[in-house]
C-alpha cells in the first residue's frame, strides 16, 4: 500500500522558528491540488433546494446536450465541430462529476501529445514526411501538367 510517504522530505522553518518535514513526492493528490474540486458548481442557494438543484441540472443538462448535438452536426458540416463539442462537455462539467473526468482525462491527453509533438525527433520526422508527401504531390501535379496541359480532368476528351 502507498501511503506517499517514501519520498524525499524537507525541513522547513515555519514562522514561530519550529521544524517541519515536508514530503515533496509529486503524488496525484499533489498534482490534484491544481484542478478544481468535483461535484456541481452551483450557487449555493440553488444547492440547498432539492427541487430547485434538480431543475437546475435537468437545465443544464439540455443546454450541454444540444450544444453537443450542435457539435455533432458540424463534424460533417462546415464549422468548429470538436470545439463545439467539447464546450457542450465544459458545460456538463458545471454539474456532473462524470463530464469533469472526461474533460480531465481529454486535457491530460491532449497536453501528453502536445509534448509529444513538441519532440525535437518527432518534429524532425513529421517535416521529412510532409516534405516527402509535397515532392510527391508535385510530381503528380507536374505529370498531369505534362501529360495534359493546363486542362481540367473533365474537359479532357479521348486520346
Known amino acids: 500500500m502507498d501511503t506517499g510517504s517514501n519520498g524525499t522530505g524537507e525541513v522547513a522553518l515555519a514562522a514561530d522558528g519550529t521544524k517541519c518535514e515536508t514530503n515533496v513526492a509529486n ?36 443546454v450541454g446536450l444540444a450544444v453537443v ?9 462546415p464549422g ?17 462529476v462524470w463530464a469533469q473526468l472526461v474533460l480531465r ?16 525527433r518527432v518534429r524532425r520526422r513529421n517535416i521529412i514526411l510532409t516534405t516527402i508527401g509535397l515532392v510527391i504531390v508535385a510530381a503528380l501535379v507536374g505529370f498531369y501538367v505534362w501529360k495534359f496541359g493546363f486542362e481540367m480532368p473533365w474537359n479532357i476528351k479521348d486520346q
Open 105 to 120: 482525462w481529454t486535457k491530460r491527453k491532449v497536453t501528453e501529445a502536445t509534448q509529444r509533438a513538441l519532440d525535437p
Open 27 to 62: 503524488s496525484e493528490a499533489d498534482v490534484a491540488k491544481d484542478e478544481a474540486p468535483l461535484g456541481s458548481r452551483a450557487p449555493e442557494f440553488i444547492k440547498a433546494r432539492r427541487m430547485l438543484h434538480l431543475s437546475w441540472q435537468v437545465v443544464i443538462f439540455i
Open 69 to 77: 448535438v450542435a457539435g455533432v452536426i458540424m463534424l460533417p458540416l
Open 80 to 96: 468548429p465541430g470538436w470545439v463545439v463539442i467539447f464546450g457542450g462537455m465544459a458545460i456538463w462539467a458545471t454539474e456532473f
